[in-house]
Antibody
C-alpha cells in the first residue's frame, strides 16, 4: 500500500512555529523529491517548496523564504515542514506530495490543518 | 513565474454532458509539463493528467487532455456524478510550480 501519512491537526498562536511531518510507506520515498502545498480555507492550491531525495537541497516559494524549512529523515522515510512566525494568513491545510519521474504530483498526503489563532 | 488562468470559474452541467475546461499560461509551459488535478471536498487533490495529455493510473478514458505552449484543455466526454468537483491545472516544468485558481464543476 503506497501512502503518505501526515501528522495531526495543530492550533498555534500568532508568532509561534509549527512542524508538520509526512511519513511514506511503500516504495515511494527513496529517490523521489517531495513537495509541500497548502490550501487556505475555501481557496486554491499554493506551492510552498520542494526537497530533494537526500534532503540536502531545497527550493522554497519566494513568498515563504525565510519562514519555511523543509527537512528529511531518510532513515524513517519522513519529511518535515516547519513554518515560523505564524500569522493568521497561514491558517490552511498543508499537504505533502511526491514528484513523479516526469514532475507531476502523483501521491498526496491526507493533509494537515494548521489553525493560527490568538 | 508562470501564471495559470483557468476558465470558466464555475461550470454548471448535467450528468451525461460534455465538459470543457480551459487553462491558459502567461508564458510557454516547457515540454508541456502541465498537469490536471481533481479535488473533492475534504480530500487531497488527485492527479488526473500529466504532460498535458497522459492519463494517470486508474483515470477513466472519459477524461482527456490536450494543448501545448500556453493553451491547455481538459475534456470530460460524458459526466458521471462523481466527476463534479474542483479541477486545477498546474505547471510543473519550472519553479515556482504554480497552480491555476481552479474551475468548479457543479451539477446543473
Amino acid at each position: 500500500q503506497v501512502q503518505l501519512v501526515q501528522s495531526g491537526a495543530e492550533v498555534k498562536k500568532p508568532g509561534a512555529s509549527v512542524k508538520v511531518s509526512c511519513k511514506a510507506s511503500g516504495n515511494i520515498f527513496t529517490n523521489y523529491y517531495l513537495h509541500w502545498v497548502r490550501q487556505a480555507p475555501g481557496q486554491g492550491l499554493e506551492w510552498m517548496g520542494i526537497i530533494n531525495p537526500s534532503g540536502d537541497r531545497t527550493t522554497y516559494a519566494q513568498k515563504m523564504q525565510g519562514r519555511v524549512t523543509m527537512t528529511r529523515d531518510t532513515s524513517t522515510s519522513t519529511v518535515f515542514m516547519e513554518v515560523s512566525s505564524l500569522r493568521s494568513e497561514d491558517t490552511a491545510v498543508y499537504y505533502c506530495a511526491r514528484r513523479d519521474v516526469r514532475g507531476a504530483f502523483d501521491y498526496w498526503g491526507q493533509g494537515t490543518l494548521v489553525t493560527v489563532s490568538s | 513565474e508562470i501564471v495559470l488562468t483557468q476558465s470558466p470559474g464555475t461550470l454548471s452541467l448535467s450528468p451525461g454532458e460534455r465538459a470543457t475546461l480551459s487553462c491558459r499560461a502567461s508564458q510557454r509551459v516547457s515540454s508541456s509539463y502541465l498537469g490536471w488535478y481533481q479535488q473533492k471536498p475534504g480530500q487531497a487533490p488527485r492527479l488526473l493528467m500529466s504532460d498535458a495529455s497522459s492519463r494517470a493510473t486508474g483515470i477513466p478514458d472519459r477524461f482527456s487532455g490536450s494543448g501545448s505552449g500556453t493553451d491547455f484543455t481538459l475534456t470530460i466526454s460524458r459526466l458521471e456524478p462523481e466527476d463534479f468537483a474542483v479541477y486545477y491545472c498546474q505547471n510543473y516544468g519550472s519553479s515556482p510550480y504554480t497552480f491555476g485558481q481552479g474551475t468548479k464543476l457543479e451539477i446543473k
